[in-house]
Structure formats: structure tokens, C-alpha cells
């Protein structure tokens, strides 16, 4: 079974900055993907920023500039370094991984850390 803990949600002002923490516990034969979501109350869950094993990586339009993500395979672990927020960064964030079986993808979620950006 794969367990994925969140970690660095919080309250900050305007223009402050947040790093959150994932990692992913058990066993992950072939990881391809790791990143962050994030869903704000009545909105779908939208793509935030995602890096894959090959190197390639992912941002929302609306956060490219601002956040970083950047992972550590061996560990199992992805982080975003969140810079210059906003009040509509507000959201509960959510690390997704992804690992390539046979002739599927497997998804591995966690349970979300909130994200709060207020004066």
C-alpha cells in the first residue's frame, strides 16, 4: 500500500512564502510523475505543477515565475517552493503521484493541506 503525507500548509499575507513537502511511503516500482493540485471551495481540481522522472516539468500559467517544484526520486519526495502569493493562490493543495504499471497508470493521492493567503 502507498501512503502520501502532505506537509508545509499554513496561513500567510500577500506576497509571503510557503514550501510544501510530500512523500510518498511503500513500495513504487516505476514513478513517473509527481506534483501538486489544488482545489479552491466550489471549483474543480485544477494542475498547479508536476514534474515527470525524464525531467520535464509542468506549471500553470497563473503560477510560472512564482512556484517551483522540484523532487527527490530516491526519497520518494516532491516539493513546492511557493513565492509571491496571492489571495487566489488560496486553495487545499494536494500531492499526486503516478506510476506506470503494465498497461496502466497507477494514482496516488494525499489527503490535502490548506493554503490560506489573506491580509
Known amino acids: 500500500q502507498v501512503q502520501v503525507a502532505e506537509s508545509g500548509g499554513g496561513s500567510v499575507q500577500p506576497g509571503g512564502s510557503l514550501r510544501l513537502s510530500c512523500v510518498a511511503n511503500?513500495?513504487?516500482?516505476?514513478?513517473?510523475?509527481m506534483g501538486w493540485y489544488r482545489q479552491a471551495p466550489g471549483k474543480q481540481r485544477e494542475l498547479v505543477a508536476s514534474?515527470?522522472?525524464?525531467?520535464?516539468?509542468n506549471y500553470a500559467d497563473s503560477v510560472k515565475g512564482r512556484f517551483t517544484i522540484f523532487a527527490d526520486d530516491a526519497k520518494m519526495a516532491v516539493h513546492l517552493q511557493m513565492n509571491s502569493l496571492k489571495p487566489e493562490d488560496s486553495a487545499v493543495y494536494y500531492c499526486?503521484?503516478?506510476?506506470?504499471?503494465?498497461?496502466?497508470?497507477?494514482?496516488?493521492w494525499g489527503q490535502g493541506t490548506q493554503v490560506t493567503v489573506s491580509s
Open positions: 514534474t515527470q522522472i525524464s525531467g520535464n516539468t
Open positions: 499526486h503521484v503516478q506510476e506506470s504499471g503494465l498497461n496502466r497508470y497507477y494514482d496516488y
Open positions: 511503500g513500495t513504487i516500482f516505476n514513478l513517473y510523475e
